[in-house]
């Protein structure tokens, strides 16, 4: 099926590089080099490439939008709302679908309305760029971060009632650990009344995200759960507006003559169907979490066996690479709201599975590098400002030895904690969700397969360690033990003088038997992906937008700086009902 691309002239483009990218694809590289095309610009500048027959549609709407989880929802409804035709393509079937939005913690903010909007403004805009935080060099986004922050200030504080409109019985309830601005010291910090929420159905939440409630009574809905519930609401009940096609895996965009995009080509079940958009499509399939390729590409450190992950497997980053073929540019590809997380023995794609893992960080347990030394205060991966940036110290690289000593590096933890509660959470993420099975909550099935080491001594424990494959022999059990004991003297000493760990945290590791588990950078996304703009219009390597094609959620995700937990349902939101807004008022382009 013969597929249009974007023409651009040469003299237009800044280097060879983006000459070749934006006019051939690979598949039409490879068969026009095999015809014979020399490998000079001379070569390429003078090569045409034939005229491709009229794209025939099978469907059509106003607005196809690719990927139905929260920015693909959140689009659609505005869409319709707006007046729009939607298709929304899915590639999960119906029954089964388990997207980053539902698989999450249903956190998402949503100031006070009496707080000060211009605060508001400016503590997005650090937070999406940082350009307006004093002796920053370089903002992450500058040419965009404006008008990101402009909408995220006019948004934010309606998305509750926002949601209670999709579906009156949603709740949300301010969360203790969640409250408030992440990042205190940034500019509009005190003045903006931040605020945090929980997704829920019932009257009260259980503490903790270890009740598992997916594909269960709505009315018992917490967490992501909740969440995507209330967007699905609204879906279904604009039936006759939002069509949704499930099974359905966007594969590639079709152009027209003047660059403009006009349609998917997508699988159905083996079979390719042809979708036309009249207005736009809006690519809202996610990041790239289990793309190898693009997590070799784009990834710090070791970017396969380092890295995993606890969102949804079904993130491989389609619609970053249907952007790309037809010219879009990236931004800040690298980026993830990431920290360290326990792998499952579990493979997607040849990569690890990753478990969301609250329990680093609590007492009775330390984290140490391949050697057995501690390198951070333990609490700083999972607390608030550092836990979604932690996966930075997994990534270091020694250039010394050449090697990344932190990666993995070792949850130690004693019988205590074993017995406390469960390392992962198992109402949400990949346990909750059915993509991996932990077992029981005391931890014993994970340990009975090995998934957790156990010793009845802390040097057993570092042999044990050393023994794997992923230590690679690094491991000194006389240096573990060691730490250990200079741990618990600072436990008895009421304080971590070389790191700094919160005193609450402050238990020692010495109830035996003794306990070991991998944990490696990752967390719930990536959210580097496609340039896109403040519209969500997809940006070329020009920064110009591409006639047509718009992007929301992770695929394009505006906090390209830091990250407060929930930010990216949040976006979703906002920038779903921007999008939508943008795209119902476009004029038909056929």
């Not at 693009?294 to 066996?305: I, T």
């Not at 709201?337 to 329990?359: Q, Y």
């Not at 000593?405 to 904690?417: A, G, H, Q, R, V």
């Not at 077992?439 to 397969?449: E, H, L, R």
């Amino acid at each position: 099926m013969a597929i249009n691309t974007i023409k651009s002239k040469p003299s237009q483009l800044a280097t060879l590089g983006e000459f070749l990218m934006t006019n051939f694809s690979r598949r039409s590289f490879l068969k026009t080099s095999g015809a014979g095309v020399a490998a000079t610009l001379g070569g390429f500048a003078t090569t045409s490439m034939a005229q491709t027959p009229a794209q025939k549609f099978d469907k059509e709407a106003d607005v196809i939008v690719v990927g139905l989880g929260g920015a693909g929802a959140a689009t659609a409804i505005t869409a319709a709302d707006n007046g729009a035709s939607v298709i929304v393509i899915e590639r999960q079937p119906a029954a089964t679908l388990r997207s980053n939005t539902r698989m999450s913690g249903g956190i998402f903010h949503c100031p006070d309305k009496t707080g000060n909007k211009a605060a508001l403004k400016e503590y997005a805009r650090a937070m999406f760029s940082g350009e307006n935080i004093p002796g920053k060099l370089e903002g992450e986004q500058p040419e965009v971060s404006e008008g990101l922050a402009q909408a995220w200030a006019d948004y934010t504080p309606g998305l509750l009632d926002w949601m209670k409109s999709l579906d009156p019985k949603f709740q949300a309830f301010a969360t203790p650990g969640f409250k408030g601005a992440a990042f205190p010291n940034f500019p509009g910090a005190k003045d903006c009344g931040y605020q945090v929420y929980r997704s829920s159905y019932p009257d009260r939440i259980p503490p903790g995200f270890n009740s598992p409630c997916y594909n269960g009574p709505k009315e018992k809905a917490i967490s992501g759960e909740a969440f995507w519930l209330c967007l699905d609401n609204g879906v279904k009940s604009r039936a006759d507006k939002i069509k949704v096609d499930y099974e359905t895996r966007g594969k590639e965009l079709v152009t027209n003559d003047k660059g403009e995009v006009i349609g998917v080509i997508a699988d159905q079940n083996g079979k390719k169907v042809a979708y036309k958009a009249r207005k736009a499509v809006v690519l809202c399939s996610g990041g790239y979490e289990y793309s190898k390729p693009m997590r070799q590409a784009f990834l710090e450190g070791p970017g396969v066996e380092g890295w995993a992950f606890y969102g949804t497997i079904y993130n491989e980053g389609d619609g970053i690479a249907m952007g790309q073929k037809v010219g879009a540019g990236i931004m800040k590809a690298g980026k993830a709201a990431s920290r360290i997380i326990m792998p499952a023995p579990v493979r997607h794609n040849g990569m690890k599975v990753g478990m969301i893992t609250p329990a680093v960080g609590s007492g009775h347990a330390i984290v140490v590098n391949n050697y057995g030394k501690r390198y951070a205060a333990e609490h700083k991966v999972t607390k608030d400002p550092s836990r979604y940036f932690f996966y930075k110290e997994a990534v270091k690289f020694n250039i010394d030895t050449l090697d990344y000593p932190n990666s993995p590096s070792w949850f130690i933890f004693d019988e205590t904690l074993r017995k406390q509660k469960p390392l992962v959470g198992l109402g949400i993420s990949t346990p909750g969700y059915g993509f991996v099975d932990y077992g029981a909550a005391d931890n014993s099935d994970a340990v009975k397969k090995g998934w957790i080491l156990k010793a009845d001594t802390i040097e057993e424990l570092g042999q044990k360690i050393k023994a794997l494959q992923e230590n690679g022999g690094k491991m000194d059990p006389a240096a573990l033990a060691e730490t250990v004991k200079a741990y618990n003297a600072a436990c008895a000493a009421g304080e971590d003088k070389e790191f700094g760990r919160l005193k609450s945290t402050l238990q020692p590791v010495s109830d035996g038997p003794f306990y070991a588990c991998p944990l490696v950078a990752g967390g719930p996304n990536t959210k580097g992906g496609l340039a896109a703009n403040a519209k969500r219009e997809v940006l070329d390597w020009n920064l110009q937008p591409i006639p047509g094609l718009y992007a929301v959620g992770e695929i394009a995700s505006a906090l390209k700086f830091v990250y407060q937990g929930g930010g990216n349902l949040t976006e979703c939101l906002v920038f779903g009902q921007v999008c939508g807004k943008e795209v119902a008022k476009l004029p038909n382009r056929a």
